[in-house]
């Protein structure tokens, strides 16, 4: 049973540009959500989607959008890089984003802007 | 809102030793109180975690907590360390339904032989 996979592991974009993160869920999971882990910190939550749509957002900017496929991955963008976006962005699927379902980490995707 | 305090960024124990990794949550609703684990290089990986009922909750890899209302605290143990359990542990919270699951800081424990 294959667990959370993204894509790519490593990244490495310059100022100003666009990146686009990928994330397929656990089998059986309908909802992802997505994290910002900066060095030494907690994961940041981003935002959740649920049925394609974005159901909650965290205390971020407009310039990370995402979206939610009909086979329930999921797609994280971020525009006009800035260095303070370097992080570890994880992903995580759960069921019905409920709280007996507990979120089901990637292995995430390391961001470096330079 | 719902927060959560880790005390202490870093802990050793010796190898044997018993482990508590200490937790504070602040919360306006009750709250639903998780453990993870990070490995150096890896995602998160769930503890264990508290929702209703027994407020004594076991984990797995022999991980515990305990939800004490009153001190507002969901501190972790474990009675006897493993070199294997050297890794970064968050102590997250939610308030349940469709919230967003709030982590802390993280501490960074060592196993020392």
């Known amino acids: 049973d294959a667990g959370v996979t993204q894509s790519p592991t490593h990244l490495i974009k310059t100022r100003g540009q666009q990146v686009t993160l990928r994330c397929s869920p656990k089998?059986?999971?309908?909802?992802v959500s997505w994290y910002q882990q900066a060095l030494g910190q907690g994961p940041q939550f981003i935002f959740q989607?649920?049925?394609?749509?974005?159901?909650q957002r965290g205390n971020f900017p407009d310039r990370f959008s995402g979206h939610q496929f009909p086979n329930y991955s999921s797609e994280l963008n971020v525009n006009a890089l800035l260095l303070g976006d370097s992080a570890l962005y994880l992903c995580?699927?759960?069921?019905?984003?409920?709280?007996?379902?507990?979120?089901?980490f990637g292995n995430g995707t390391r961001l470096t802007v330079t | 809102a719902q927060s959560v305090t880790q005390l202490g960024s870093h802990v050793s124990v010796s190898e044997g030793a018993l482990v508590l990794l200490r937790c504070n949550y602040s919360s306006s609703v009750p709250p639903y109180l998780f453990w993870y684990v990070q490995y150096p290089n890896q995602g998160l990986q769930l503890l264990l975690k508290?929702?209703?009922?027994?407020?004594l909750v076991k984990g797995i890899n022999g991980f515990e907590a305990e939800f004490k209302k009153s001190e507002t605290s969901f501190h972790l143990t474990k009675p006897s360390a493993h070199m294997s359990d050297a890794a970064e542990y968050f102590c997250?919270?939610?308030?349940?339904?469709?919230?967003?699951?709030?982590f802390g800081t993280g501490t960074k424990l060592q196993v020392i032989p």
């Open positions: 995580a699927s759960s069921l019905d984003g409920g709280y007996n379902s507990p979120l089901h």
């Open positions: 089998s059986g999971h309908d909802t």
């Open positions: 508290y929702t209703t009922g027994a407020t």
């Open positions: 997250a919270v939610s308030g349940g339904g469709y919230q967003k699951v709030t």
């Open positions: 989607y649920y049925e394609e749509e974005e159901r």
